[in-house]
């Protein structure tokens, strides 16, 4: 792994999406595998006048919790982990893929007790980082096993997550800023918006496409450029209701679960049907997590055109320009949606031609009946586009 483009991947994490200030309480989180990339964030820290500190993750660790813990092992919540969520100022997650990408998915109820009893971290950390008290970003970390997914190597998988985190730029400081900048127009004109329409055609196969009605009257949009995530780009809300149909196009991995064709109908601002082609019952289980997993959390539309293609990874796919996606579960208080609940899953569908099947015309978004996007792009020159 390149040494000087990590280095600059941590500058940006430090220095622009967590903005690290003297005397901060950083946490970092991280796959052993990681640990290159941890030096390099705990040495940007340490210039930033940070404390760093280092805490281990392991989807592997978290599995096996599933699989052989009982009933009471599955709820327990360990109070080191409530205590750094309740008193760090900044959390940066790095994550590896260190798994196969096959595996046979854990008992779904089994899973949802241990997702439920993380509903209080969850609202906890969604509420300090409303308040502006805990400041969150998550990365990848180019591996082996990320570039083995996309049938990739090692070095062009490289080349392509940080040309996502635009670390290909002279100055990728300033190209986020840009970015900001142009969105934020964006942003200003979906305030006033009361109601989103998202439009695509059947895939064959399907006896509807997508039909989506979503009320964001009175919430409050956030510009997304380089602050939550890296790669970024996008802009968010929570809904105050959601009606209709909507098939999702790109692959919906949860806690290392696998579920495809995912076709949710929604009444009421809740779902109401559900079904799947792929894994369906955990779709379902998830679903049935709690009483606010069947509400809709989140709204979003994806602005970094220099991600080019849907991979199956939600951190890059719901970034994607053109792409839009809906998170069942926990909504985010800033943005007006008090909805409280374990899940948060990002769910993406794509809009640009061919997406929803080969040869397909692509998809529209419409602004109280206005077209603001139509294939993926957006109508308004002043907005992110494709090179740009």
Not at 52 to 66: A, Q, T
Not at 141 to 161: F, H, K, N, T
Request: hydrophobic share 40%; aromatic share 6%; net charge negative.
């Amino acid at each position: 792994m390149p040494g000087t483009q990590l280095d600059r991947l941590a500058e940006l994490l430090v220095r622009h999406c967590t903005r690290v200030r003297r005397g901060d309480l950083v946490t970092i989180v991280a796959e052993p595998l990681a640990m290159a990339a941890v030096e390099a964030v705990v040495r940007e820290t340490l210039r930033a006048g940070g404390h760093p500190s280092f805490h281990p993750r392991s989807d592997r660790l978290r599995e096996l919790l599933v699989r052989h813990g009982n009933d009471e092992q599955l709820r327990h919540i360990s109070p080191f982990e409530s205590h750094r969520l309740a008193t760090c100022d900044v959390i940066i997650v790095l994550v590896m893929r260190t798994d196969p990408i096959e595996r046979d998915p854990p008992d779904p109820r089994r899973l949802a007790i241990a997702e439920s009893a993380r509903k209080e971290l969850l609202s906890l950390s969604l509420a300090r980082g409303a308040a502006g008290a805990l400041r969150y970003t998550l990365a990848e970390i180019p591996g082996e096993r990320g570039a083995s997914e996309l049938g990739m190597s090692l070095a062009e998988y490289e080349a392509w997550v940080y040309r996502a985190c635009l670390l290909h730029r002279p100055d990728p400081v300033a190209e986020w800023d840009r970015l900001l900048k142009a969105q934020e127009s964006m942003r200003a004109y979906l305030e006033d918006v009361r109601t989103l329409q998202f439009r695509s055609p059947a895939a064959p196969g399907r006896h509807d496409g997508t039909d989506l009605t979503v009320d964001v009257s009175g919430r409050t949009w956030i510009n997304c450029g380089g602050s939550e995530n890296m790669p970024d780009g996008e802009l968010f809300s929570g809904p105050a209701g959601v009606d209709g149909v909507v098939n999702f196009t790109a692959p919906a991995w949860y806690r290392g679960t696998l579920v495809e064709g995912v076709r949710l109908a929604f009444r009421d601002g809740r779902v109401v049907e559900a079904s799947a082609t792929r894994n369906e019952a955990f779709l379902q289980a998830m679903l049935d997590s709690d009483d606010g997993s069947r509400a809709v959390g989140e709204i979003a539309l994806g602005t970094n055109y220099e991600l080019t293609r849907v991979v199956g990874n939600p951190l890059f796919d719901e970034k994607v320009g053109g792409t839009f996606h809906l998170a069942v579960g926990a909504g985010f208080p800033q943005t007006g949606n008090a909805n409280e609940s374990s899940l948060h899953w990002d769910l993406v569908s794509d809009l640009r031609p061919g997406a929803t099947f080969e040869g397909s015309p692509g998809g529209t978004v419409l602004a109280d009946g206005v077209v603001i996007q139509r294939d993926g792009i957006f109508t308004d020159p002043s907005w992110p586009r494709p090179g740009a």
